[in-house]
């Protein structure tokens, strides 16, 4: 079974620019999370989708940040403009729902992309 | 408000010995479930061990075990004969309805030869 994909790994972009991230999870996972871990702190949760719809979308600052998961699959995060405080690591994660049966449905995480902003 | 409190920024350790990592957490459904994650150098984070808020028994996987004391709100991560390769940063999770995840700030591990 294929992991949850994520590219670019690495970008580096000067402030006020903009750049797109692209996650891809885990066949039939219905749930899609995307943090933001800034160096030695615990991912922060920017948004969930649950299919094409949003969940939980409150962290995420909506004057620069976008986000979509248009045919419930794959999903694209945007930056538009971005600041120096936006240096992270961008990672996306995947989970099924919890269903009767299934324990623990832990969250798959992707190999992140490492944002550096100039 | 802060869901998951992880006290301990670092820890060492020495090689062979035991170790636990401290987790409380905070709230009021009756459901919930609480994960540890390993996240080494590398940057990927990695699944270790789940204890559901009903489960009555400890959880363990191989070395990893999980002292859930559910009325202290505390779901501390024991790792026992400790390794080189268990050096990493260790986050513990719950998740709560609607399949959220709640992450706490992290304790980094070093296991010393």
């Known amino acids: 079974e294929a992991g949850v994909a994520q590219s670019p790994r690495y970008k580096i972009i000067e402030k006020r620019q903009s750049v797109a991230f692209w996650c891809n999870p885990i066949?039939?996972?219905?749930?899609l999370y995307w943090y933001q871990q800034i160096l030695g702190q615990g991912p922060k949760l920017l948004i969930q989708?649950?299919?094409?719809?949003?969940?939980?979308d409150s962290q995420l600052p909506k004057d620069r940040f976008s986000a979509e998961r248009l045919k419930g699959v794959d999903s694209t995060l945007k930056i538009q403009p971005a600041k120096l405080e936006d240096s992270a690591v961008y990672l996306c994660?995947?989970?099924?729902?919890?269903?009767?049966?299934?324990?623990?449905?832990?969250?798959?995480f992707g190999p992140g992309t490492r944002l550096t902003v100039l | 408000a802060q869901k998951i409190t992880q006290t301990q920024p670092g820890m060492f350790v020495q090689e062979k010995e035991a170790v636990t990592l401290d987790c409380t957490y905070d709230t009021s459904d009756q459901s919930y479930g609480l994960f540890w994650y390993k996240q080494p150098s590398s940057g990927e984070m990695i699944f270790l061990i789940y204890q559901g808020s009903y489960d009555e028994q400890n959880a363990t996987e191989g070395r990893y075990s999980l002292n859930f004391q559910k009325a202290r709100k505390s779901a501390n991560l024991v790792i026992s004969a400790s390794q080189l390769g268990d050096s990493a940063m260790y986050f513990c999770a719950m998740r709560r309805d609607f399949n959220k995840f709640y992450f706490g700030s992290g304790t980094k591990l070093n296991v010393k030869p």
């Open positions: 994660a995947s989970s099924q729902l919890p269903l009767a049966g299934q324990r623990s449905n832990e969250q798959f």
């Open positions: 989708f649950q299919n094409n719809g949003v969940v939980d």
């Open positions: 066949s039939g996972h219905a749930t």
